[in-house]
């Protein structure tokens, strides 16, 4: 892994940053360079990832039917949306892209910790219907999580750069535009 320390942080400005890179061979992937920037004094923290080949825009789509499904592999570019219809939820690059590795758990872990924030705050703010809404999301990822529901996870990627590691996983490539 490559390593630079004390470069200057996009949010706080101070030289406090480190910057990180890392070749992965992701299996049935193939090779991917993970970029990290991380913040020692403000705590400003962002992951993108890239594959080594172009492979252009795809949608992949799998869906779960068993708690063992929840490790199948995830590769998310920054530049891919992932939708996740059973919980009504669809997580966009945004302002701050950010790609990952993780697996099904890790995804549904990244939602539910958004939800209980969404949670609290309509608690804090008196707002029961935000605060019921949040709270049946996060007892339909509690079924998904013991193998009671099932999930459908889709992941649209302009770049090709993402992928489900499964034979369970539908790609569609895409034309490009």
């Known amino acids: 892994m490559e390593k630079l320390e004390n470069q200057k942080c996009p949010m706080c400005f101070k030289d406090t940053c480190t910057l ?3 070749e992965v061979d992701v299996p049935y992937f193939g090779k991917v360079y993970l970029f990290g920037m991380q913040c ?23 869906e779960t039917s068993s708690p063992e499904d929840l490790n199948i592999r995830v590769v998310k570019s920054g530049a891919a949306t992932i939708k996740i219809p059973t ?23 990244r939602v539910k910790k958004v939800i209980e924030e969404q949670r609290d705050l309509a608690s804090a703010d008196g707002d029961k219907a935000a605060k ?10 509690w079924k998904i999580e013991c193998g009671d529901l099932p999930v459908k996870i889709i992941i649209e990627d302009p770049t090709g750069n993402s ?4 034979d369970k996983a539908v790609v569609e490539k895409l034309k490009k535009k």
Do not use: Q
């Open 132 to 141: 019921t809404r949040a709270k049946n999301l996060l007892k339909k990822i």
């Open 40 to 62: 020692s004094d403000c705590g400003f923290k962002m992951s993108d990832l890239e594959a080594e080949e172009n492979k252009g825009p795809i949608t992949i789509k799998i």
């Open 20 to 22: 990180t890179e890392e």
């Open 163 to 166: 992928a489900i590691v499964s």
């Open 87 to 109: 919980l009504k939820t669809t997580i966009s690059p945004g302002n701050t892209p950010e790609g990952y590795i993780s697996n099904i758990e890790g995804v549904l872990k």
